[in-house]
């Protein structure tokens, strides 16, 4: 079965700083383009980041300069270093896999998707 396992996910003060990290198993990771979506309280799924099997990456508005996603192959792993963070950051965060990068809001859009990650900020 294929999993993607997301991690380090919780509760930090505004300004501050978290990385998540989604490990990935059982699919030829380094064939799909990776991206994290979040979810906000009350709210829909909002596209953050991706980044293709070359490395190429995209952000949304909302985070460009203060997140940033990367992939480790030989670990299976994505990563997406999250600074300066923001009340309005505050969202259960998913990492989901495609095999062509993706910037959707559906998980219909993408091939395989996590169990999610809370992040809270709050003072």
């Known amino acids: 079965e294929v999993q993607l396992v997301e991690s380090g996910g919780g509760l930090v003060q505004p300004g501050g700083s978290l990385r998540l990290s989604c490990a990935a198993s059982?699919?030829?990771?380094?064939?799909?383009?990776m991206s994290w979506v979040r979810q906000a309280p009350g709210k829909g799924l909002e596209w953050v980041s991706a980044?293709?099997?070359?490395?190429?990456?995209d952000y949304a508005d909302s985070v460009k300069g203060r997140f940033t996603i990367s992939r480790d192959n030989a670990k299976n792993t994505v990563y997406l270093q999250m600074n300066s963070l923001k009340p309005d950051d505050t969202a259960v965060y998913y990492c989901?896999?495609?095999?062509?990068?993706?910037?959707?809001?559906?998980?219909?859009?993408?091939?395989?998707w996590g169990q999610g990650t809370q992040v809270t900020v709050s003072s």
């Open positions: 989901a896999a495609s095999l062509r990068m993706s910037s959707g809001t559906s998980r219909s859009e993408y091939d395989y």
């Open positions: 059982r699919f030829i990771f380094s064939s799909y383009a």
């Open positions: 980044i293709n099997v070359p490395g190429s990456t």
